[in-house]
């Protein structure tokens, strides 16, 4: 069930979430997308993994500028990366429909999606016939509600802790920052405190100000070294006691 803050916002834009929307919309990509995909379904088929991280490529960074981090916190606790650089919603969904998790039951999903439905706007999306690409901060929740619906079905056991999308941009005003905490304020309100927990670990990355330093995301996006074990330090203790 939809929490009232997700309704409310949406009655206010006159977006009916049962309306078709690129950000709900499974899809595939191509190329060497594939074969991460399907990696994914072989490792879900053996049905080891009791932590995986689901998302885009501040997921999928955990194998580079995290793997130091990774090795030390996750790996111990038999995780798996099922992280794909430039994923948006709508590959997830189509991931999860065709292969991903099935078999596999682990005791938490670390789940971090849509900075990349933000930064594609007015992008064509080869994906989708290159229309141009639009998802408002309620499009994209309601592709993150897809993807909870599809891992709730698949492992109702399973717990999910929904992180809100790291801010981007170097200050509050920029527009795609805007974006995802509006965005965040909807996601918030799609965790049951049971199954599914949210967790904003947004000033763990951001000066007193409200500013991104470069020290932490070089482009203002993906985390260095030292943003994976901000972002590993931060989440470590719920992580642990969300998989007892």
Do not use: C
């Amino acid at each position: 069930m939809i929490k009232p803050t997700l309704l409310a916002l949406v009655a206010l834009t006159g977006l009916s979430l049962a309306q078709s929307n690129l950000a709900t919309t499974p899809v595939p990509r191509t190329g060497g997308w594939v074969k991460r995909h399907e990696s994914f379904n072989e490792t879900s088929k053996k049905g080891e993994a009791q932590l995986v991280f689901l998302g885009d490529s501040i997921t999928q960074g955990w194998e580079g500028a995290g793997k130091e981090v990774w090795a030390k916190k996750w790996a111990p606790l038999k995780a798996a990366n099922f992280g794909i650089g430039g994923d948006r919603t709508e590959h997830v969904i189509w991931r999860l429909q065709n292969g991903n998790f099935d078999g596999l039951k682990p005791k938490l999903i670390v789940l971090m999606i849509g900075t990349n439905n933000t930064g594609h706007q007015g992008r064509p999306a080869a994906e989708h016939n290159n229309a141009v690409y639009t998802s408002s901060p309620e499009q994209t929740a309601a592709g993150v509600k897809m993807i909870l619906d599809i891992l709730a079905k698949k492992m109702p056991e399973t717990k999910v802790l929904m992180l809100a999308i790291f801010p981007r941009g170097a200050t509050p005003e920029d527009a795609m920052r805007k974006q995802n905490v509006a965005t965040n304020q909807l996601l918030a309100g799609l965790a049951d405190g049971k199954k599914v927990l949210f967790k904003d670990i947004s000033t763990t990355f951001l000066s007193p100000d409200g500013t991104l330093s470069k020290e932490i995301m070089p482009d203002l996006l993906h985390l260095n070294a030292k943003g994976y074990q901000m972002w590993a330090d931060a989440i470590e203790p719920t992580v642990k006691e969300l998989m007892k």
